[in-house]
């Protein structure tokens, strides 16, 4: 899809003077008066996951990547590219060709019944790995890692010159996804003023820029994949990084006023080193560039990332009774007549399809926002009405009578999933994001919200061969007060299939499991902060304008100021109607407490979701506490990355705000005498943290975080 080029970054309703006036069908669109007027761009229709049929094509399982051990002895190295896919394995429907850089995700026209294929990108090995070489899919291949052994990878931007979502960056009649109002992507002049003459996109950043963030990683700032470092492909790289210029917008913290020094890196490719000094769990990675992660994480790009440790249990299922699982939701447009095997994405929803009436002023097929003279593009979760599970529409697994060990990743933009098994059978939890539970926990219903893993044994031992089992989901969407999901979408998204058992099933679950980091939950804070998640809404739609933390922007001073080895407690207040995944970068955090506010009281108050109200008073939120505190979940009772914050409650987190790597271990691929150092120390830049519904974090729901000496 392609680009609009917006003019300023508040519009109004009237075009300002000069702005073209597109022609018919799209009445009333404007634009920067110095984009071309190109060729309209047809019409999308919607294809309905009604005309799909469910359940008949396997699960894809990714495999592992394979490491080179050589190269740097004592680490684990990868070259990694993010690149259109390669069409391989379970992509490619039988008896058909895929066209270069699109995968089969299992669904057909609606009337031939023929396949149809997607234009996704990946990530994927450089030179050779477990698929061939240099193949790239959706999802990747995962990284599997033991701690104490280093991994170090080289991440290669080889994505096209053009967004998979903006294909025409300066055609203001073609849809484009980026919305260029938002933070990291904003126009403020014209397109012809960006490098490349706005071909490739905006002044602040490349449509193709991405960096990497391992999503639980416990690494050093440089490796975090910080969202402003990001780089772009050989060509965008050349024209907006020449030499390492500094970052935009530019951060200082808020207590002394001391602007942090940081410039953005040159050439396409970076190299993170990752110490691997955190315990087993299942992290993953996936792209932070500064206001586009929501737009990246749509186009494919994020893979599982596992932990090993020697100490934990070798009794639990492994091998091929052990699967990764990654639960996302997208919505399609049947083919075009110029393309009648090709299904595209349809992102942002509703962009590109007929309107029977605009419902705001400007709201167009190319200006789909629900405040478009504002944010013409974004809106504010993105849900689709396709399962997609591992890179397939309502797969299925064949499973023998036995326990399988599945780890479940929520890497949906906005949707969560409240996953219960069909035949009212419990899961046994054992693990969560990137830790074991202390003990395992019997689970009737699994709510996983953006970025959270769920660790969970299924048991299919007593059921006879035949026995199908479905995973169903009744998470509304916006969760909790949204749309219920149907048999038809998302309401039923996988199904098991029992087949003869192939060997006798060995598998134990521990009845505990040790932990190298004791639990914190009772121990004494330094500071205690409240933190506000609040919305900025429109007077008159009620839309949200913006979603914040404290009611700042993201280049707002930086407020979260931990000390390094000192322990934390924060008291996220939610003011919103919506539930938020709360992610915090570098740490694991622990839930101490979930307590009910008087939300009106509290909003009235200081001002932070009352609609039309840009300016807040932050106040104390003990006088509005209306329960007493409830504790963690059965299944949080270990440590997380991300947590749900409910709306009118007030979320509270601890967390040791500390990195355990050693910095003095030399860097092996520095040439400089005596080598770098491989891991620079926690407090040598920033980190973030966020809401994971990443439409949100892309429009200001993310702090930037500074550990201080």
Partial sequence: MAALAWPALALSATPPPGAVVNPLPYPGQYTDPNTTQGALAPLDTPLSPKTQQQFVNQLPIPVDLTPDKTKYPGWDYYEIQAAPVTPVAYWVAPGTTAPAGTEWLGLRDPVTAAPLYTPVWGYGQIGAGPLGRDVVTYPSMGIRATKGTPVKVKWVNNLPDQHLFCPQPLNANWPCAIDRTLMGTKLTGSMLGAPGG?????????????????????????????????????????????????????????????????????GNSMIYNYPMVQEAGMIWFHDHALGKTRINVVAGPAGFFQINDANEPTTL?????????????????????????????????????????????????????????????????YFGDTPIINGMAWPVLNVEPRKYRFHFLDGSNARCWALQRSDGKTFTQIGKDGSYLPAPVAVTKLLMCSGERHDVIMDFTALAVGTKVYLTNNAPAPFPKGALPSNNDVGKPLMFKVVPLTAPDTSVIPTSFASAIPAIRNQPAVVTRELVLNEVLDAVTLYPLRVQIDGKPFEGAITETPKKGTIEIWKIINTTGDLHPIHTHLVQHQVISRQVFDTAGYSAATGFAVPGNTTFTKLPITPYLKSAP????????????????????????????????????????????????????????????????????????????????
């Fill in 317 to 381: 299922p492994s091998g091929k009774y052990e699967i990764n699982v990654a639960f996302q939701d997208r919505a399609f447009n049947l083919p075009q007549p110029t393309a009648p095997n090709i299904a595209t994405i349809n992102y942002p929803n509703g962009m590109n399809q007929a309107i029977a009436a605009p419902l705001v002023p400007q709201q167009t097929p190319l200006t789909p926002g629900g405040n478009a003279t504002v944010h013409p593009q974004w809106v504010p979760e």
């Fill in 630 to 709: 409830r504790g963690p979940d059965i299944n949080e009772q270990g440590y997380a990355d991300t947590t749900k914050s409910w709306p009118g409650e007030v979320l509270t987190i601890i967390a040791k705000w500390d990195g355990r790597w050693d910095t003095t271990v030399s860097d092996p691929a520095s040439a400089a005498v005596p080598q770098a150092p491989a891991f620079l120390a926690v407090t040598s830049g920033p980190y973030v943290w966020h809401c994971h519904i990443v439409d949100h974090e892309d429009n200001e729901m993310m702090r930037p975080v500074v550990v201080q000496p």
């Fill in 198 to 266: 706005g071909q490739y996109g905006g002044p602040q950043q490349p449509d193709n820029a991405m960096v990497v963030h391992l999503h639980g990683g416990e690494i050093p700032p440089e490796a975090d994949g910080f969202a402003e470092l990001w780089f772009g492909n050989p060509t965008t790289a050349a024209l907006y990084s020449p030499t390492a210029l500094p970052i935009d917008p530019p951060l200082s913290i808020a207590a002394t006023g001391t602007p942090l020094t940081m410039t953005r890196p040159t």
